[in-house]
């Protein structure tokens, strides 16, 4: 597809003062690192020790993840597809996480019941945010020396609050 984001192997992006390497999985699509990249640089602000692409002892690896003093995460994204039975499986088991599930230019009304049934019956105190990033993400939010400048502002996010 000749519209198709095209992302080299490896980028190193900025975010406020930190930088991080960015490494494309051979089978792993650019917008897939471009969302997990958006995905760190909107919530470093909020979570200031976010890592990439990290195992934390949990059957599923986050895209992006902080974890507490505790040894557990206290924000974990995901980018592109997670099931519903993934979705239940985190909240029940990390209950007090907050999860953001990020999507690439599509509706997030579908992905809202999806989560609001995973989360049906569960005791949570955190929030589960949904994102859309739109096509024209790596124009708009990533520059040419690599430094990712996105905001609220500039995304279509929904909340579902504990």
């Known amino acids: ?83 519903e039975a993934k979705i239940h499986a985190l909240v029940k088991r990390y209950r007090s996480t907050h999860f953001a599930m990020a999507k690439w230019q599509r509706s997030l009304q579908p992905y809202a019941q999806i989560v609001r049934e995973a989360l049906a019956g569960v005791q949570r105190s955190a929030p589960f945010d949904l994102i859309a990033f739109p096509a024209d993400s790596a124009q708009r939010f990533v520059d040419a020396d690599g430094f990712v400048r996105v905001t609220w502002e500039d995304i279509e996010r929904i909340r579902i609050d504990a």
């Open 1 to 83: 597809m000749a519209d198709r984001l095209i992302l080299p192997r490896k980028l190193r992006l900025h975010a406020g003062d930190r930088a991080i390497v960015f490494a494309r999985g051979l089978n792993e699509s650019s917008e897939h690192v471009l969302m997990k990249a958006l995905l760190w640089a909107l919530y470093l602000p909020q979570y200031p020790h976010l890592s990439v692409e990290i195992r934390i002892g949990d059957r599923y690896k986050p895209d992006v993840v902080q974890m507490g003093p505790d040894g557990k995460p206290v924000f974990w994204g995901e980018a592109g597809q997670v099931g």
